[in-house]
């Protein structure tokens, strides 16, 4: 049984209403299939608007998809929407709060919709807060007063308060400094190996998808382009009497995409 | 490293759920204590002037019933309460949708009527307390209570009146589901057409003929009715109940049909990617 397993998933977007003549549809996820193993880190590459965050959002019930089926270890999602729900956890780029209410009144208010008693499980959060570089003190200080960096850590802690076996990344240290970013990536390794968690993580860090994914999957356009171990992927397209150590991730998602990762993705507008 | 006490599926983890949003609400609320003094004033304010409708026109020498002017406050009570309850459940999917949370709340593994009836307790509540204490402030600001008042019944219909409040809630809180620019303020119109025609401050039989049609199947109008009985009259709880018990009924609609349209509204949302902010 797979953690994750997308069959031939679709989704486009149209924006204006049906019956007007200049209404554009757009796909912003195309036929796309992978697996991702238990305890497995799958990385999820592409350029602005390639359609990851898309992929995930069905991958959390967020959003409907057109056609193809989605498993969550084993559980059809259309099927068992509540059970799939039960096994994942998502951090979104934009860490979503309310702004008003302090860390820890976000975190309880999180826990107990996973049946977790807030109050008994104070420490533990606070464990998961300091892991990440965030002391106590700041548990009770009002979200709004707090960076984007600290709100990402507390997304992240939010998301692992449940231990949930899938682990949904959607570019987890986006906006972090280099010192949060590697306190955050260390934790992840550690939830990892302690929980023999599954983790799909979107990121345009080159390095920490090197550093962290086990196989990555490099995605254009809404489809999925190649997927492989780093190894795989540089093995498809070396060029003859190239050295294999010089050709970083960045310069393989170039030559499998035709796109530098830092590009705007252009509109697959039909 | 770490490791959590998750308790398990099932109605105990629903009821615990119910609670994280009747704690969150709380605590929102208690974020804008100021806010809620400014607005009780402004309440207490409205209700007064409604009052005084009642008190001009009886110096206007318009031979008027005495009770005429708890007749019109508990008009606005009433309507104040219903209100608060709309209010309530469409804010709290407006604050959602503009935080960015409603994601984090629609892919927790509880079921929809949790999550709305953890709103909907809060709200209930909520409107309890503000009408109470609005209702307190003007007797003590007229120096006159209501000497034949069944307080006890007064409550059966409203608790009876909140389920059916509730259910209609539910069909508001869609609008800002799909938009939470204007859904909000379109819930308005909903409560203009209850103000209409449950008969609030005048009796049913004030509208023409065709609206009073409407009147039957607005919970208002007997929650109106109940109330005015309990409190003007004096009737008792014996009295109250087949009110009560049309009220209940018309929860038993009003409640699955209000939870059918939201799902129906959550499920275009998802199709649609309505949910996203950003990101
Ligand atoms: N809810 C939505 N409604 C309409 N269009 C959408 C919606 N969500 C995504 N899109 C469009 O689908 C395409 C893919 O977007 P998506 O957010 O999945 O990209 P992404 O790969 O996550 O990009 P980024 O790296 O910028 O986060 C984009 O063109 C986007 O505008
Ligand atoms: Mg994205």
Known sequence: MFAIECHEVSKSFSDGFWWSKNRKVLKAVDKVSFQVAKGEVFGLLGTNGSGKSTLIRMLSTLLLPDSGTIRIMGLNIAEHPMAVREQINRVSVEAAFFKKLSAWENLSYSARLYGIHPGRNRERIAEILKRLGLPENKLDESIEDMSRGMQQKVAIARALIAVPPVLLLDEPTTGLDPVSKREVRSFIKEVRQDHATSILLTTHDMQEAEDLCDRIAVMSDGRLVQVGTLDTLRNLVLKPAEDKNTLGLEEIFFRLTGKSIYEEGMSHVS | ?279
């Open chain 2, 1 to 279: 490293m770490f490791h959590s006490r998750r308790l398990k599926i099932g109605g105990m983890r629903e009821l615990y759920a119910v609670m994280a949003f009747v704690e969150r609400q709380f605590n929102l609320c208690k974020r804008y204590l100021g806010w809620e003094i400014v607005f009780l004033f402004y309440t207490v304010i409205n209700t007064l002037t409604i009052a005084f409708i009642a008190v001009g026109m009886q110096k206007q020498g318009h031979a008027i019933n005495p009770d005429y002017v708890f007749y019109l406050v508990i008009g606005a009570l009433m309507w104040g309460f219903l209100g608060i309850i709309f209010h309530e459940i469409s804010n709290s999917i407006t604050w959602e949708r503009w935080e960015g949370t409603i994601e984090q709340t629609f892919m927790a593994p509880i079921q929809r009527l949790t999550h709305l009836g953890g709103v909907c307790s809060f709200a209930v509540l909520y409107g309890l307390l503000r009408t109470i204490i609005v209702l307190v402030a003007i007797t003590c600001f007229f120096g006159m209570g209501l000497p034949k008042a069944n307080y006890a019944g007064a409550f059966l219909i409203l608790g009876a009146a909140s389920l059916s409040f509730v259910g209609l809630g539910l069909m508001a809180a869609i609008l800002p589901l799909l938009s939470p620019e204007k859904g909000s303020q379109a819930t308005h119109i909903m409560e203009g057409v209850l103000l209409l025609v449950s008969g609030i401050y005048y009796p049913v039989t004030a509208l023409p003929e065709w609206l009073q049609g409407f009147a039957v199947i607005s919970p208002a109008t007997y929650a109106l009715d109940g109330v005015r009985k309990a409190l003007l009259e004096g009737a008792t709880v014996s009295e109250l109940l087949p009110t009560a018990a049309i009220l209940v009924l018309m929860s038993l609609v009003f409640i699955p049909l209000g939870l059918g349209i939201f799902h129906l509204a959550e499920t275009y949302a998802k199709r649609a990617g309505l949910l996203k902010r950003n990101g």
